[in-house]
């Protein structure tokens, strides 16, 4: 079946501007999460669905962040005013309820100028 | 707090050759998940092997396998007949037991894999 899914690919804007990443997870996954790649931090987790429970958001670095999950499927990952150290690759992961394993999306490439 | 350490940025192997890869992790929990997974240059991360704390025996997938010391907290990763397509970034990752998949993985910073013709 299909895996997860991220668009856009690659992402660039100028500092101070709001983007907007979504994410696709697997079919019948209930739980989704996000995570940041950088060169400095590593994996870092972010945030965190599972089905209509309340959020985990002890990974935000900053109120700047925030996700959403629509009808327990699509998630859109927000960023107001970007700084540069937001530059990074953000990775968007689903699992089923009982199973373990997180699978992963492309990732989107952010680069803030 | 849970943390996993790979101290090896960096490594190489030839074709056909067999390669470990090191991941120590600091837990004080007794039941938790292993993962090791493969990045390689197109960002997408593919889970290679996974550990359940409480199973002695070492898991195993096709040419992958794991050694498993749990009370060295010790999860090296074993590439045997390394082929070219193994070439990418490997992580260790760490997830505490929750029965509702509810809990984040705990990332190493990666190795570097290299595979040489």
């Known amino acids: 079946g299909a895996g997860v899914s991220q668009s856009p690919s690659n992402k660039v804007t100028e500092k101070g501007k709001d983007v907007e990443l979504r994410c696709d997870p697997i079919?019948?996954?209930?739980?989704l999460y996000w995570y940041r790649q950088s060169l400095g931090q590593g994996l870092e987790f972010l945030i965190y669905f599972q089905g209509n429970s309340a959020p985990d958001k002890s990974g935000l670095p900053s109120d700047r962040f925030s996700a959403e999950r629509t009808g327990g499927s699509v998630s859109t990952l927000t960023i107001q005013r970007t700084q540069q150290e937001d530059s990074a690759v953000y990775l968007c992961?689903?699992?089923?309820?009982?199973?373990?394993?997180?699978?992963f999306g492309p990732g989107t490439r952010l680069t803030v100028t | 707090a849970q943390t996993v350490t790979q101290s090896q940025p960096e490594m190489s192997v030839q074709e056909a050759e067999t390669v470990t890869l090191s991941c120590t992790y600091d837990?004080?929990?007794?039941?938790?998940?292993l993962f090791w997974y493969k990045q390689p240059p197109s960002r997408q991360m593919i889970l290679v092997i996974r550990q359940e704390a409480y199973k002695q025996q070492n898991a195993t997938e096709n040419r992958f396998s794991v050694n498993f010391q749990k009370a060295a907290k010790s999860f090296s990763l074993k590439i045997s007949d390394s082929q070219l397509g193994d070439a990418a970034m490997y992580f260790c990752?760490?997830?505490?037991?929750?029965?509702?998949?509810?809990?984040?993985?705990?990332f190493g910073k990666g190795t570097t894999l290299s595979v040489s013709s």
């Open positions: 079919s019948g996954h209930t739980a």
């Open positions: 837990t004080s929990e007794s039941d938790y998940y």
């Open positions: 992961a689903s699992s089923q309820q009982v199973r373990y394993e997180q699978y």
């Open positions: 990752a760490y997830r505490s037991p929750n029965n509702q998949a509810g809990t984040a993985l705990i």
